[in-house]
C-alpha cells in the first residue's frame, strides 16, 4: 500500500513539475522581442484562517489552484514594440474565471490562433439553430496581452490563476 502512494505522488509531483517547466519555457519562448526578458513564477494559492498566501508549488495535486506571475522585462536600450505576452495554460489546468490580472485581451484554445476574451463558438441548440455559446475556461490553452511598447528597464506583470485538474486529460 505504501508503495503504490508513493509511486503515485511521484507521478504527481514529476507532472506537476512537468507542467510548470513547460510553463516556463514556453513563456519565454513566446516574448516575441529579443530584448525582452519573461521570468514565470508558480505558487500555490492557499487559505489558513481565512487568510490567502502563496507557497511553493512543488507539493500540489488535483483541485489545488496555482497563481502565475509572468513578469516581462526590456533589458535592451532601445523600446520594445508590439510585445506579444503570452502565458499558456498546460493540458490538465482550467483558468479560474476572472483571475487574469489585468485583464486578459486574447485567448486560445491550441496557444496558436488567439481571439478576444471571452472566446465563442457556433454550436447547434436544441431547436436545431446555430447560435454563439462561450467556451469553457477549462479548453483555453493560452491567454495574451498586447504591450504597443516596453521601454528599456520597463516590466510588465500579467498575474492569472488555474486549477489542477484530476489528470492530464481534462477530468
Known amino acids: 500500500m505504501t508503495h503504490n502512494f508513493q509511486t503515485s505522488r511521484r507521478l504527481r509531483l514529476a507532472w506537476i ?3 510548470i517547466l513547460s510553463l516556463a519555457l514556453t513563456s519565454s519562448i513566446l516574448a516575441q522581442a529579443p530584448d525582452v526578458r519573461v ?3 508558480g505558487k ?6 481565512g487568510k490567502e498566501s502563496l507557497v511553493s508549488a512543488d507539493k500540489a495535486g488535483p483541485g489545488d489552484v496555482i497563481q502565475y506571475e509572468s513578469v516581462y522585462r526590456n533589458t535592451g536600450k532601445a523600446a520594445a514594440k508590439n510585445v506579444a505576452a503570452t502565458v499558456p495554460i ?3 489546468m482550467a483558468l479560474v474565471t476572472d483571475s487574469a490580472k489585468p485583464a486578459a485581451e486574447q485567448a486560445s484554445l491550441d496557444a496558436k490562433d488567439f481571439g478576444p476574451v471571452p472566446l465563442t463558438r457556433e454550436v ?37 490563476r488555474v486549477r489542477l485538474l484530476t489528470n492530464a486529460t481534462g477530468q
Open 90 to 92: 498546460p493540458q490538465g
Open 124 to 160: 447547434k441548440n436544441d431547436a436545431g439553430l446555430m447560435e454563439k455559446q462561450p467556451v469553457p475556461l477549462g479548453q483555453y490553452r493560452a491567454l495574451r496581452w498586447t504591450l504597443p511598447e516596453l521601454a528599456p528597464g520597463e516590466t510588465a506583470t500579467f498575474v492569472l
Open 39 to 41: 521570468e514565470l513564477i
Open 44 to 49: 500555490r494559492v492557499v487559505f489558513t484562517d
Open 17 to 19: 513539475a512537468g507542467v
